[in-house]
């Protein structure tokens, strides 16, 4: 794992861009895997800004989110294709249609799963996956537990994560109780991880990802397993790892 922490936000954003602007130099056809949650908005921005002025292109590229809300409308302001399209997609020269989030309205949630890891096995694996981190350690919406699963599947959200993300609904109890997401063998397939944390809040489970055992109890630490890991810390997120 490469580790790397930012006492500069401007920087901790900048290095993750250049991380991706360099693979679609590359490879212009390159085939990101893509997160939400606040982390990444930052280097979604960046990326804007670089696309604007031409230092990057996503005309050719092809995208796969890691995770949906289950139940809530497409077009819901908290949905996952809501935010990629308002943070992202509708900002740069992607080609919407080649930009995938699992549907999570669709009428068999179960085989929505199967065809969404279908799709990855027939055109994937995915050259980048972004992360960010879970409170609780998950990963995409892998929540930690006796087991986890490997393929894209239907979770139950914890409580401590319908918590987390209770601050972007009206109530906790608009925040949907299921998602679907990919699981953890499918986000290690990627070529390489890109793993974002900030903030103090998060330090102690950084470290327990990082650095700890390898254990379902914090899906993070199953990272450790892959071979081209890159993580990108700010000062805070970073605190317990020196
Ligand atoms: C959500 C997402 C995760 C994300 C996590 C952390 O639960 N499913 O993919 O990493 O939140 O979010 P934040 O970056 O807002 O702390």
Redesign the pocket.
Known sequence: MNIYTFRDEEQFVQTGANLISSLLHTNPRAKLGL??????VGLYAKLIEMNRQGLVSFAQTTTYN??EYVGLPENHPES?RTFMNEKFFHHVDIQIERTHVPNGNAANPEEECLNYDKMLEEFGPVDLQL?????NG????NEPGESLSGGTHVVELQEK?RN??ARFFPTLDDVPTH?I?MGVATILKARQILLLV??ED?AEIVHRALKGPITTACPASLLQCHPNVVVLLDQGAGRLLV
Do not use: E
């Open positions: 997160a939400t949650g606040s982390t990444p890691l995770d996952y992360l960010g981190l879970g409170h998950h990963i995409g919406f994560t987390a993300n998602a997401t900030r903030g998060k």
